[in-house]
């Protein structure tokens, strides 16, 4: 790796800690087993509404109106929806499952994204990656246990985030290759702000200083991760980044543990692994891959 390409892994892994400790944070703020617990709505609108401020002060002193300049105003209205919804079931989820496990079957997304790629992008995808696939698939089979009364219906919130998520970054892959990466950052913000603005006056109310601080948190974490997350993507190709997005299981089970003492049992840390396993390998295949191209 160049230096370059060095800072972009870095980068892409303060990242994968920033969404780890929204997580966290969103977690103690909605809890359903927390007294006082903020609500959904609060909490997206904390969300974005930090993201969409940061980005303005950011961006509009010294890109003016250029700063919403976008050929594609119809896609990024769409992508920053879908990133809302995403978060919307994200946080809805994280009341009622444990980190780990939720974020174990969200981070099929970049499987399920390249399987989509296929399909709609004309990208391809080897016979090892579709088995890999696979397996990563029945290791979320294996978290998830649907015959078993571990999660119930609260396992519809992470499936439906997997989906919104997975869709939303096949038209980031799209929109990447002609749009500003820092414009798209401020649309998300602004889109989400607006979505939840209107559901304001149904979730509003009274704040403890602990519950302010949770939410600037949320609004926080959520901001400086996708903002490393862009400046990874500058820095790096996807495909080499792709084998280290998978270190946010892993820091995702480190912090249950130490925010919840949630530890999974071992059905659960075989599923977790072959979600992990079976991610980073078609990853390495495709960086494997490109590489060659290349040459």
Do not use: N
């Amino acid at each position: 790796m160049t230096r370059s390409q060095a800072a972009g892994v870095i980068f892409l892994v303060l990242s994968s800690l920033c969404f780890v400790s929204l997580d966290v944070t969103s977690q103690f703020a909605v809890g359903a087993t927390v007294v006082g617990a903020v609500s959904v709505w609060l909490a997206v609108f904390a969300r974005y509404s930090v993201q969409a401020a940061s980005m303005a002060v950011l961006l509009l002193p010294t890109r003016g109106k250029a700063a919403l300049a976008t050929a594609h105003p119809k896609f990024q209205l769409a992508r920053g929806a879908l990133l809302t919804a995403t978060s919307i079931l994200g946080i809805s989820g994280l009341k009622y499952l444990p980190i780990a496990e939720f974020t174990a079957i969200v981070m099929l997304t970049p499987l399920l994204v390249s399987a989509l790629a296929v399909r709609f992008l004309g990208e391809r995808m080897s016979r090892w990656q579709w088995a890999l696939l696979v397996a990563s698939f029945c290791g979320a089979v294996v978290v998830a246990r649907p015959s078993g009364a571990v999660f119930g219906w609260a396992l519809l919130f992470p499936l439906a985030s997997l989906a919104c998520y997975s869709v939303f970054q096949l038209l980031t892959r799209k929109l990447a290759q002609t749009e500003d990466p820092l414009v798209m950052h401020f649309y998300t913000g602004l889109v989400g702000t607006v979505a939840a603005t209107f559901a304001l006056p149904w979730a509003l109310q009274p704040l403890q200083a602990h519950q302010w601080l949770l939410l600037l948190g949320i609004g926080f974490w959520g901001t400086l991760g996708h903002y490393l997350l862009i400046q990874a993507f500058r820095r790096s190709a996807a495909s080499q980044l792709a084998p280290f997005l998978y270190l946010q299981v892993v820091f995702a089970v480190v912090a249950g543990w130490l925010a919840f003492g949630r530890v999974p049992d071992a059905l659960t840390g075989l599923g977790i692994a072959l979600i992990v396993a079976g991610g980073a390998a078609s990853a390495w295949l495709g960086a494997k891959r490109a590489r060659a191209a290349q040459v």
